[in-house]
């Protein structure tokens, strides 16, 4: 049943995508003329492992989960993602999904607005139409599925990206997936420890794929990290950042979360830094 909700969502993304009649290339154009992005990626090097100072922490917001429902009554993206600056995160997440996350794209805007740090668009993206889109909203980052794209979609969308000026969060679930990511040139990967079909989580996913993601490749742990321990392991695996959503809404001093989960990292990560530039083929 849980599949089937999962197909749900991408045959919902495909066929508003297949029905979307706006002029691609108008599209890109007024992409193209906005300001310079804040660069997600070198965000996530900088701070991350490499630095010594502790794993950089993309905090994410979300109203909703498919595998928890609604996660709290009147969330305040704006005081919320002031919190997370507050607790030193490095990036914002923020899912713009309407119909199965409650999210929307005045969530990003109004994120992107308060704090001066790079933001995330996490939604399923399927078409160029959706990375205009995540530009033009204010996006520095995109989102790419590679379970949810072929070959070709992925190179495509991921090379758009670029040409826009955001970086791509290739997100992987096992080695396959990496094995593509890795071959088309993404040089910021995602492991994501839930299992799309069932929304279970596999703790041990990010440590066995983390080994396998080379030193140039900035690397992102996703889902299940809800401690200090969870996020020194991470860092352990050699992972750059981690991608924590759920923990810090429920939490009841989200500054104070944040600070520890970016702390239990430090020293415990590659020695060397991450190379700057690794762009899409």
Known sequence: MVARYLDEILTFHRKRAADDSRDLS???KRASLLPETRGFRLSLAAEGTASGQGIAV???FKRRSPSKGVLGSDLDVVDICRQY???GASCISVLTDHEFFAGAPEDLQAAREVV???VLRKDFTVSKADVCDARIMGADAVLLIVAALSRTELVELCTLSRDLGMDSLVEVHDTEELDLALEIGADLIGVNQRDLR???VHEDRARKLGEAIPEEVTSVAESGISSAAGAASAAG???DAILVGEALIR???RAGTLAELRSAGAGLG????KRAQSPCL
Not at 270 to 273: G, K
């Open 58 to 60: 993309i905090a994410e």
């Open 116 to 118: 001066d740090l790079p």
């Open 237 to 239: 695996a050699g992972f």
């Open 26 to 28: 108008s599209l890109v």
């Open 251 to 253: 939490s009841t001093d």
């Open 270 to 273: 590659p020695v060397a830094q």
């Open 85 to 87: 600056a507050a607790g």
């Open 198 to 200: 069932t929304f279970g």
